[in-house]
């Protein structure tokens, strides 16, 4: 398992994350504990987890639940020392968390707390904003995005807010660095001038990127170059679309769309014919679909790590085999070339 810088924080995080949204609904605390230590026999040291977790679907009576089962695996003699542990704090609109208040200083001090309390550890590595106060174009909303709206002016002194209270937890010890989701190329520019200025520098940004979902090759991939700043890549299944389980309009029992309809915007007639096109050429080559597209995240030159979620430890194995996964020059190729048919699918 390659092990990667997280920004210019000085911590190293593998190239595979274990992502957690699933734990508290979809997998119960002793699936979540089997997952963590099959991840840590393969070599991960990298979980991300949220404060809402788990989100399948988001409950106010399970929100924080995913932090819990984490930290009970710590209480019941888990190392903590043998993993780099990420979380984060709700944006706004979420009622049932801070009565859907904005981040703002004051509340990422709070939610550093209650996750402390809640992962029974006294420090988390990554403390990640999981998505802008001002509106961004993330989640399928890039539809009616209109950043002309914002109010101008207002995001530096957000900004500064939001630092001053990041270096006063990183001074007490309580977190080693800070990371940005769901964010823009100009919002992340944004927190690296203030940074400039002598405040806490953002490790990184974990935002959606798959085969079917590649905005971040663009300017997100000439800032990440220029500024240190890689990504941690969320749905790089595209919540499963890319295993090939929904080929035909199926609905598995159990699965995410039989929770979450429509799989958040995802599930798209386009969207399915791109993701048979991709498990066809996976499978052509002697492949399985879902390592062909893990392992494809893993080539890319701003990719910190990708994160993984699984139901059961068959789905997490071929996730994590994505790491020994080498892709041949033609199956490359055949993806630079779906990747043209299929520009956007969703």
Known sequence: MQMKPLG???????QICLGTMTWGAQNSPAEGHAQIDA????????????????????????SGRTEEIIGDWF??????????????????????IRDGAPITGAALVAAVEGSLRRLKTDYIDLYQLHWPNRGHYHFRQQWDYVPERQAKGEMDAHVADVLE???RLIAAGKIRALGLSNETVWGTAAFLRAAAAGLPRVASVQNEY???????????????????VGLLAYSPL?????TGKYSGGAVPAGSRASINAGLGGRLTDRALAA?????????????????MAVAFCLTRP?????????????????????????????????????????????
């Open 8 to 14: 210019e924080s000085g911590i190293l995080v593998s």
């Open 39 to 62: 991840a840590l026999a393969a070599g991960v040291n990298f979980l991300d987890a949220a404060e809402m977790y788990p989100t399948a679907p988001v409950r106010a009576e399970t």
């Open 75 to 96: 209480a019941k003699g888990g190392p903590r020392d043998a993993w780099v542990l990420a979380t984060k704090i709700a944006g706004g609109g979420v009622g049932h």
């Open 165 to 167: 209270a990041a270096e």
């Open 210 to 228: 798959s085969l079917l979902y590649r905005t971040f090759d663009l300017d997100f991939a000439e800032l990440a170059h220029h500024e240190d």
């Open 238 to 242: 595209a919540a499963g679309l890319l």
């Open 275 to 291: 993701a048979d096109a991709y498990a066809d050429l996976a499978r052509r080559h002697g492949l399985d679909p879902a390592t």
């Open 302 to 346: 701003f990719m910190t790590s990708a994160i993984i979620g699984a139901t059961d430890l068959d789905q997490l194995a071929k996730a994590l085999s994505a790491a020994e996964a080498t892709l041949s020059a033609e199956v490359l190729e055949g993806i630079a070339a779906l990747h043209k048919a299929h520009p956007s699918p969703y």
